[in-house]
């Protein structure tokens, strides 16, 4: 669970974006998508190999670079 104490004269926009940033980086709003509608197992599995395969491509780039 995400806390958020505003910091001295901060307004409440600045305490908001601050929140939704946290929230951005902790992947709470890509979850909460993924988890809106039903996703059969199939689909699942297919993602999962997709966002492998895509790291790994994205590991060989960044070796091949370096």
């Known amino acids: ?3 958020i104490k505003p910091r001295g004269n901060e307004t409440i926009h ?3 974006k601050r929140f939704k940033r946290l ?3 902790e992947g ?3 979850e909460i998508k993924r ?3 039903y996703e059969k197992p199939s689909e699942r599995r ?3 190999t997709r ?3 895509r ?3 994205l590991e060989t780039m960044a070796a091949q670079n370096a």
């Open 1 to 3: 669970m995400i806390k």
């Open 14 to 16: 600045q305490v908001l």
């Open 23 to 25: 929230c951005q980086r």
């Open 28 to 30: 709470l709003v890509r």
């Open 35 to 37: 988890n809106s509608y």
């Open 46 to 48: 297919r993602r999962k």
């Open 51 to 53: 966002k492998a395969a």
């Open 55 to 57: 790291r790994a491509q």
